[in-house]
């Protein structure tokens, strides 16, 4: 037998003890980093689901639950194709599959469905990872698109209507650029009967200028005396030529006028085929019949400017009766006294010098109201004159509901950005020394559309806006610049005016809030003001935005906790909770915590969870929340909503986090057969399970309009059938005993009687 050499084995125990160290630590690095990774997916926002490379689910996180209302265990080995709705769905799988094999990212959008139906469209994407030697594949739901969707079909719908009646218009309807000149320039929209008028195409008529159409002597009319009238007001009337493609020339009556869209000036040119409008006017000298049967309201003048004929049009746009009342007066009894100093003073000379004036007035009706017309002149031979008028009162209102539209917000009724970038542009070239800027910001819009719909959401931004032009004068510019923010423009003013300005912004809300305390409004405000030497509006306005946003992040948590105390007084509001049942329902489950030990830091919560367990059924339409009969499929997936709408509620306070989850869960079942995961044992957290029971008893043993109260007895009973079914087997005995020993309820009384 060889000798035992003992140094040598000393030594290598030594090395292999040291190597198994360095082992153990590298593992527990190892370890920790996974646990740090998973604690990192468990606290994403977006729905992260883990698969394997045949497709099979391996894990997923809690927002994932959340949104396709299945648990974890539910989801573990099962493929994602369960919550795909497309209609393609099998092949969207198969797309999916070829890039997990050959490791490719894949992205794109998807229907997805949930448990209960609920359908929705999602932009998913797929990420092969390495993990060691294997690759697995990590699928992430970026965010919900549903809405974005439906918008986006409703602006196809209403951009198919509004093309339906554009291409339909009688009249030839046309878009062109104006140079800064003022010249006109490129033809950018057309309508069918704009081609049809002229033969070109559209394709043709949008790479031409209005030039190429008009003919050339109504050309220089329009360079001199047409268009410095347009360039003056902003609105024309003329008549002009057009040569089509086949060189036939066509008369037009051109209506014009101009504003702004995407920051440059365009030009809108409705025209109409006049052709057998000038054939009229000639007809008009012999009093022909095609007078009486116009639309247009036909009249002629003596000599003496007199009524001679009118035809039934003419007499029915001023609201007269019949001819007899305005034969033999002056034309002078339709118009007010301004109108008639202007036509004698504007349009008088242009007819005595071209025979011929086209244009607009303001007429005056028989009951003394006044309208818009437009009026066609021409001076007869024997020194009288034919007119021919049309109402044009629609078209002008359509006209200044678009203007206003354009340059407006429809919600609040204040400007929009487009017109505050442009006001901001007007006021630099104006050379103002100080300029100031008040940004605001709406708090809490979100967590109120998201919990009360966004109709209330709508009147507090409205109160909002009125809150602001309370507190401006009409002169300075108010604006919704966003969603929930407003800006306004401040000339001529310094910082100490600014914040006198944000204080009294704050005072107004404070009053309003105390008239209407039901939904309090919460602004937060901040301001900038230029400085004499230079004046950069970019740089203006980011630093009174940056302002806002640090005031909003100081108030931010506790304005919300407002919010959230509020959105529970208007439970309350709504008679959902019975009188003393949060404050019983508190003692009980007190009571059940301490019997089983839970230490004394979670009676607080607890208590918090008594109080706010069901804050969610504030978004819970009053239809289905106070409904009599039986609930539909429909409405208990509605109602069914309302746990999940308070995790969100009291996830916005900082006070009520700790309980968010409880609140997500506190409708589980001890079978699994609750909602919203359906939970089942011990996966359900303890003090949901506690509240379940004690709100049970207390639902049980309180009397409702619709029954009378259970008795103790009856309560416990029915508390020990439902144990193992919907309740804790072990809770129900705790609770029940000590229930029976702290009230010392007789068998056979109403609860309430023995509480007063």
Not at 328 to 333: A, D, L, N, P, Q
Not at 528 to 535: F, G, H, I, R, V
Request: net charge neutral; with cysteine.
């Amino acid at each position: 037998m060889p000798p035992v050499r003992c140094g040598s084995l000393f030594h290598n125990d030594a090395e292999e003890l040291a190597r198994l160290r360095r082992e153990i630590a590298r593992l527990q690095r190892d370890n920790k980093r996974q646990y740090l990774r998973a604690q990192l997916v468990e606290s994403l926002p977006e729905d992260i689901v883990i698969t394997d490379l045949e497709g099979n689910i391996v894990d997923v996180n809690k927002a994932a639950e959340l949104s396709t209302g299945y648990s974890r265990r539910e989801l573990t080995g099962k493929n994602p194709i369960i919550f795909n709705a497309s209609e393609n769905a099998k092949a969207i799988e198969r797309q999916i599959m070829d890039c997990l094999q050959q490791s490719r990212i894949w992205s794109g959008e998807m229907l997805q469905r949930d448990r209960y139906g609920n359908k929705r469209m999602s932009e998913f994407g797929i990420f092969p990872i390495k993990d060691g030697d294997e690759t697995i594949a990590l699928g992430s739901i970026k965010r919900d698109i549903t809405e974005q969707k439906r918008m986006q079909r409703a602006l196809r719908e209403n951009e198919k209507k509004f093309r339906m009646l554009f291409n339909n218009a009688r009249d030839c309807i046309l878009v062109h650029e104006v140079k800064e000149d003022g010249l006109v320039g490129r033809i950018l929209e057309v309508n069918d009967t704009a081609c049809r008028i002229t033969g070109y195409s559209r394709d043709e008529l949008l790479k031409m200028l209005v030039y190429d159409i008009e003919e050339k002597d109504h050309q220089r009319e329009r360079i001199t005396k047409i268009q410095s009238e347009i360039n003056r007001t902003g609105r024309l009337s003329f008549e002009t030529v057009i040569i089509t493609k086949d060189g036939r020339k066509i008369p037009l009556e051109v209506n014009s006028s101009r504003f702004h869209l995407n920051g440059k000036y365009v030009e809108l040119a409705i025209a109409r085929d006049i052709s057998q409008h000038r054939q009229v006017e000639e007809l008009l000298q012999v009093k022909s019949a095609a007078m009486k049967a116009s639309m247009d309201g036909m009249a002629i003048l003596n000599s003496n400017q007199e009524y001679i004929y009118l035809n039934d049009s003419h007499i029915k746009i001023y609201g007269y009766d019949n001819e007899n009342e305005l034969i033999g007066k002056s034309w002078k009894v339709l118009y007010n006294e301004d109108e008639i100093k202007r036509i004698e003073k504007e349009v008088i000379p242009v007819l005595i010098d071209t025979g011929r004036w086209r244009g607009e007035a303001i007429g005056r009706r028989r009951d003394g109201s006044t309208f818009y017309q437009e009026i066609s002149l021409s001076i007869l031979n024997d020194g009288g004159m034919v007119c021919v008028v049309r109402d044009i009162s629609h078209r002008r209102e359509l006209e200044n509901n678009l203007r206003f539209l354009s340059l407006h917000d429809s919600l609040t009724g204040l400007f929009n950005r487009a017109y505050f970038q442009q006001e901001l542009k007007r006021i630099s070239k104006k050379g103002y020394s100080r300029v100031g800027v008040i940004v605001c910001d709406v708090d809490g819009l979100k967590l109120v559309n998201d919990t009360l719909g966004h109709k209330k959401g709508d009147e507090i931004l409205i109160s909002a806006a009125n809150i602001l032009k309370e507190t401006f004068s009409t002169g300075q510019v108010i604006a919704r610049i966003g969603g929930d923010e407003f800006a306004i423009i401040i000339p001529d003013n310094t910082p100490a005016v600014l914040e006198k300005y944000c204080k009294e912004i704050k005072d107004n809300i404070t009053r309003q809030n105390a008239k209407k305390p039901e939904l309090p409004l919460s602004m937060s405000a901040g301001y900038a003001a230029s400085d004499e030497n230079s004046l950069d509006f970019d740089e203006l306005f980011k630093k009174a935005d940056n302002n806002m946003y640090r005031q909003k992040l100081y108030q931010n948590q506790s304005r919300r906790s407002t919010i959230v105390q509020t959105l529970n007084r208007a439970l309350k509001a709504r008679d959902f909770i019975t009188e003393g049942h949060i404050e019983r329902l508190q003692d009980l489950v007190v009571k059940i915590a301490v019997e089983i030990g839970l230490p004394e830091y979670k009676l607080t919560d607890l208590r918090l969870f008594a109080q706010f367990h069901d804050i969610g059924k504030v978004g819970i339409p009053d239809r289905i929340l106070f409904k009599k009969g039986p609930l539909t499929t429909e409405e208990m997936n509605e109602m069914q909503r309302h746990s999940e709408i308070g995790f969100r509620i009291v996830q916005s306070s900082p006070d009520l986090i700790p309980i968010a989850d409880w609140i997500l869960k506190n409708h589980e079942w001890w079978n699994g057969k609750g909602y919203p995961f359906g939970l089942r044992g011990e996966e359900i957290p303890l003090e949901c399970r506690i509240l379940a029971i004690a709100d049970a008893y207390d639902a049980m043993t309180s009397k409702r309009p619709y029954r009378e109260a259970m008795t103790h007895r009856e309560a416990v009973a029915e508390l020990v059938k439902c144990a193992g079914v919907q309740f804790d087997p072990r809770l129900v005995q705790t609770f029940t005993r000590i229930i029976t020993e702290n009230y010392n309820v007789s068998a056979n009384s109403p609860v309430q009687s023995q509480r007063g």
